[in-house]
């Protein structure tokens, strides 16, 4: 019997400590920093020493070198002597105030504040630059994309639809058509950056009741300190009606475009992994990978797969943010703390995972040319069917009846050719025979010898992308740099 | 035993009609028509001639009568000849040309097309009207929360946080608390309408193809064919680069920006529950209504609930959309068929729905002052406990440590009127005798006294919202004639 | 610009009839019927009847004549009528009580009952029949992927994970993975329906006041009519202390359940999906059957995709049921009326049309040996990779080593075979002349001569679910005769 | 500007740990025990060490001196080193195993298995461990729900239905409401963990092949090995035709249950809360807490929030867990491999820390008589209607009639009370003027002062479920002794 999990529900069990997996396995450090605890706890004192400073500006007395001792022990940050603080007081913010007024020997700090105004800001100051960083990684992405896009943008390959051979394409606009979604959910994202408000300081309820006591009724000086705190946080934009908190549907929309953002890589994702499946590409694979630990000739898409998991994952924390946000009571309650605890960053761990595989994978993506040719010839006769409907239909054959003609024929020799009945596709020759098309064989062997041509407007279209997505290169250069980890 | 149903398993069972609950019970007739099966295969027809006359224009030779022949019977749906025909080609397209083409007795239609050429714009047309319907329900809704909280502008009740006595508040404030989530919802919706994107005509896997076959190579044209149909259809934008299907994830957009718009009449509702639970306010109830079947009493809030019920289902919608927006295959499969066919008029049924229920209750709210009123005197000495600290912090008070002196007072007080050991609040006499909050007996009653003005920011804020939402009202000028509908 | 929709908001919008397309289009007679608001009525009917006869038995005043009249015209049902006076009570269930009443001429029936009284009886009936249906349709389901698999127990295909050749399975065993999933899917709904309780007769908050107040407060009395009620319903059990509403979280694990059932066809679509790709397999194509409406030689998966886009569908209707399972208020409140109106009929909808599609793709199955034998000879040297490394290890070499020696050559051969570099598959010589392996070339040719019998237990597997599939088609014969209608 | 953040996107930020909050701030260390990283490889490593005994006692080679290394060394756990060697190998089990081998000296362990025949069946062990304690958790919570139904057996309240006063109920009525609805979900859970089937060695594509050859196709041997593993397990189910993995419908099912098992506490939470707000009740409130940074005299049901949050919370895990389950590609892929990494311990860390608070919660309930009583007594004319309709139609009123005259009456009262146009509650004085009545003065007198005591079967109902929860304690003793931690 396993030794090493008794469960016997007694609660002696020791000193396991869990950190989150997110985090650990999947992020970058720069979204790790943002969202440690103890950036937190820097954070949220540099807030209140910010609104310190600006309460005394503005009058209100402020007991000599209380400013100076806050800013001298900001930094001593010992989150257990936090947590112990509010095993007794059973709340956070306030553990919070009393370890830093110790510290610093004074009780100058939360002057006409609610716990609201402090967390509220600093938790969408982490998800504003949260976000930011996330517009960098996409961008970087859409450069990735572009360079790759333009690297194939002739490369002839079989377009499938519902997964069977349908026309052909390139494989430089089957790139482009995962880099326009991009484009959107990017064009989302930078919208949201963009009119991203903070909640400013409204007292308990909203009313800003505690700061205009404070002040002794002068709204000018409740006025100016907001906008000097908005000035520091580096934000533009406030709410100005909340109660205690901001309404859950704007944590709800932050959700849904990362959510936007991340279908893109996933649908590339997928079809990279069906391709690597008949080994027409690969995500690449290290020099000392293992792909099983059973069977040595393993090479997965390993990478792929976790994109399109995180993609699964955040549609957890698409319920998850989507289950509080209608629910609210009068006015503030906080059933959505443990929530928001968990999906906001969490949603950016997985997220910021997802773009760093991404990058990876579109940068160490193998394409094997000789495997995608052979696939593209023993498909060709049927991926010119429209074209040669086209051609029926221009020379005065009825569109239906055409349609109809090469469907039973086609069929036919999908049909024969599943079954090993022939060997060969001898579609051309049999739609030669047939009154209803309209062409001779002649004409149907110069469509055919033609059929590597036929991508249309794939070329244009690869061509816009690149334009688009040098755009954003040049309004945010820092994304020309940006690189990926070494994934685990 | 019951009768009435033996779900046997035998399959002859009777012909039971089954029709849409969210369109009949809920929607409006406006959105109704924009989702009927009759009115898309009208669009679609409508939209094939389009196509057919651009092509007529551009020099594609077309029958001489045949556009004449069409327009003839264009209106002439028959929804039961259409499905007979999909029982055999399996082919929902193909079936709708092959009906139109029999009725006008040509084969001229859909040249150059593929299905998705037709039927993705025309859903994201249906999209784009029911997004403009609801823009329009939704500033509708602004200038009713608008007209109430103008009129409770000054009206002070008990504001709650944690669903507890926290300060005092007005009705008007708590409303714009409501409307300002609106409003953000609103710009969301605005902004989506104005970047809305329709697929374009491109073809089987996105190269557009088979129109420059039919056009003999010719960019220009096709690039002036989808200009002419994008103007058909009064859009502005366009897709350059998709494949079969235009990305899955532009759906979850805006499934998820419905969601957000269905959040503050959620919150509003909840609120007003809360409220109507201790007679503080009604959702109206009409002269015949009947509450329960049993309590002849009861006047429930079923609309209230309602419409919380319609952002828990939306819930479903938006997890339903999420799970099909990044897990394409290649240029596009069609495993979101069935899942869009019920999401999409679904979601736009519900959201509808709920702004008729919503519109029907801020209509017809009613509020009980006097019952307001009792409660807010009951519980007035709590409501004025952090202005208490703020001038014990003017009068040089430690912030904690009268924080502390208050907080034990008031505990005490509650916990002795929760008993029944004291009937009268006496926390200003108690308080009164501590030296720790340096406030004196008279300066504690003048707050108290002036308890029921303290409410901050609250009129300032309501004089804002009506002037955001004469704004909306000013460039939609057709919000104030809408009226929802009779609820069933 | 397009006519067909103008969506002006104002709401002169015509008659527009919307009907559930889950029912209309996938959804058998028997499902349709089950949930069709005629017979909801008619049901509501009978047990209102049900009703007044068990209160007559035992004792309760009822007027001579009355129950035959309500038996008399319990089958005039006019759906119109009773929505007409929904509009003016605005209550569902008085409407269709007065509605009876009047048809009848008397005013007997609903006495001691409160409208969940009825009407959560009568809804968990339609979940039981329901679930019922599609036990026998999940048998039916076992049976014929038992009858594949014994058909295709010995043929060996090319097993994949991560979708790249692994080791050789057969697609006897591959189907019977699937089998197994949707046994385990099948005993929880089997234990769901034999633990399936009603809600009972349990009055407007819980406590069967009026009901005892009715019979005096005699006890004995209405316990034997709640009897005779579960008696005449057909059900066995019933809730003992439920409030006015049996708890949401039941509606939960009703669909949790559905969903569960889904996912082993679902897996096993997505799996047909990708073999038919590559023409290794299909799920069969009518002889009218119309691929695509520009390509004439498709022939696509759509019921595949169907199936694969219901499970993504029910994730929605999960959602829909968990948002409202936790959020009870106090003995009950109806702000999940509006999400059970659409989830519980829809869900059902969505799995019996899953279960349609997934009978019919299952029956017409093609496989296509020829191709799938290519495949499998051409990556055998692969597939025999772990046999070679427990050959090795048998031999005497280390594990890990051996492991390293084999992924060494089995990469670089790989690599080659996709670069063009080499054109066959060359491993075991290389493989021959490397120590670290301990195996000889004979023995190395022999794993490989042997490779297409590599297939370890999968035929016992085979064997065991036969006979499991057999055991429940002998509990449930009717599963024998089930088949699925013609596909829309 | 906030100097704490820069996020300039630069990848040199500092070294973050970022804890699992949901470990480190709700769940016991029990369970943080059983997932914690540590007791995970300890937890592989003697399943190791289980599979090489058996392998040896089933005659295959293994090195003298191997086993007892092994054993040596299994507790020397140096996550660090193991995450150094995944990072090159990209494999986590392969590191994994060359940390063990390269620390005992062998090349013994995980021959004849894959991966996934060790982590599928420790994931599941670690699974059925959970559910373990969490079925103790459960029962504890019902013999606390017990014991507080007992003890307020006949205190009578007011029975709300939407949140509106219905009819009187008993308090313990209201608790075994819940109860019942708990009782439902650990049943659930029982059968869950009573069918709980662990994956066991099945192979690369779930042929076993492996294990077969290294046993040279000695089946009884396999069985033999899968059997002594299985018992060393401590499990009595196997999967027996799973591929690669086993279905992840299985761990959907989990969730769902334990999704279950939050409701009826949730419930509880919400009314909680409910009547928290009119000082009716309070979840407790500790010597040293703090309700409000801002506002001291605030109580709020901060715990019960709690409940309600991860109730919301898992609904996340329920959708990320559902979008894993029905996708499987072939034998299997690992899509799922990150979702699975956070939804399994993450869900088990909510549902602990949703039963740690809620045994809290009903171990400190406070409920408060002198509010309860007087809200009873202003509502009670209303409570009575329906007894009032009984007792009518029990004197010959038709039931309709009688309804519709009470209503009238009932609802002008509400509307007089209301606004202020009435002080009392004069119903009963109106009803015994109207003969549609059929009731005198005297008669509905006595039904009024009768009132307080019509609570119907609640008293039995209390009774019933006491002695449900003492069923389930005398087979679980261990749950009496259950109790919380202290909660954070």
Chains 1, 2, 3, 4 share one sequence.
């Not at 499938?160 to 058509?177: D, E, F, W, Y």
């Not at 953002?261 to 992994?273: D, E, G, I, V």
């Not at 047939?434 to 110069?446: S, V």
């Not at 991508?455 to 954003?472: I, N, Y």
């Amino acid at each position: 019997m396993l030794e090493s999990i008794k469960a016997d529900t007694s609660e002696n069990a020791g000193d396991y400590e869990v950190r989150n997996v997110l985090a650990e396995r999947y992020a970058s450090p720069c979204m790790k920093e943002i969202w440690s605890p103890r950036s937190r706890v820097l954070m949220e004192r540099e807030f209140w020493i910010a609104v310190l400073k600006a309460q005394k500006e503005l009058g209100v007395q402020v007991e000599p070198g209380a400013i100076e001792a806050y800013e001298r022990v900001k930094a001593d940050i010992d989150l257990k002597s936090i947590e112990d603080r509010e095993r007794q007081l059973l709340h956070d913010v306030k553990s919070r105030i009393e370890e830093f007024n110790e510290l610093a020997g004074y009780e100058e700090i939360h002057k006409g504040l609610t716990s609201r105004d402090l967390t509220e800001n600093i938790e969408q100051l982490q998800i504003l630059r949260s976000l930011e960083h996330i517009r960098i990684k996409a961008i970087a992405a859409l450069l990735q994309l572009s360079k790759r896009a333009d690297q194939y943008k002739q490369f002839v390959i079989t377009g499938r639809t519902h997964n069977s051979p349908a026309q052909a394409t390139t494989l430089g606009k089957r790139i482009v058509m995962i880099g326009e979604e991009l484009l959107h959910g990017l064009e989302r994202l930078d919208h949201l950056i963009n009119h991203f408000s903070v909640r400013g300081i409204k007292g308990a309820v909203g009313t800003q009741l505690d700061l205009l006591t404070l002040f002794s009724d002068d709204t000018s000086k409740v006025a100016a300190l907001e906008r000097k705190i908005l000035e520091y946080l580096g934000v533009t934009k406030m709410c100005h009606a909340v109660g205690q908190i901001y309404p859950r549907s704007y944590d709800f929309e932050v959700i849904s475009v990362l959510y936007l953002l991340s279908c893109p890589a996933s649908n590339f994702a997928t079809t990279l992994r069906l391709m690597a499946g008949h080994e027409l590409a690969s995500e690449g694979f290290g020099a000392s990978q293992v792909g099983s630990s059973a069977m040595p000739h393993k090479m997965n898409c390993r990478t792929s797969e976790r994109i399109n998991g995180i993609n699964n994952l955040l549609q957890g924390y698409v319920a998850a943010s989507a289950s509080v946000a209608g629910g609210q009571w009068n006015e503030g309650d906080v059933s959505c703390s443990v929530v928001r605890r968990v999906f906001l960053p969490d949603t950016f761990f997985a997220i910021d995972g997802l773009f760093e595989a991404f990058l990876t994978v579109v940068d160490q993506l193998q394409i094997f040319a000789a495997r995608i040719n052979h696939e593209k010839d023993e498909v060709m006769p049927f991926l010119v069917t429209s074209t040669i409907l086209m051609e029926a239909v221009k020379s005065g054959a009825g569109r239906e009846t055409a349609h109809n003609a090469i469907r039973e024929h086609a069929i036919s020799v999908k049909n024969e050719l599943r079954t090993g009945k022939i060997e060969k596709n001898d579609l051309l020759q049999r739609l030669a025979g047939d009154d209803r098309i309209h062409l001779t064989r002649e004409q149907l062997e110069f469509i055919l010898s033609n059929g590597g041509r036929l991508t249309g407007s794939a070329g244009a279209q690869v061509d816009w992308f690149v334009r688009q997505s040098l755009g954003w290169a040049s309004r945010f250069p820092q994304a020309t740099q940006m690189r990926p980890g070494k994934l685990l």
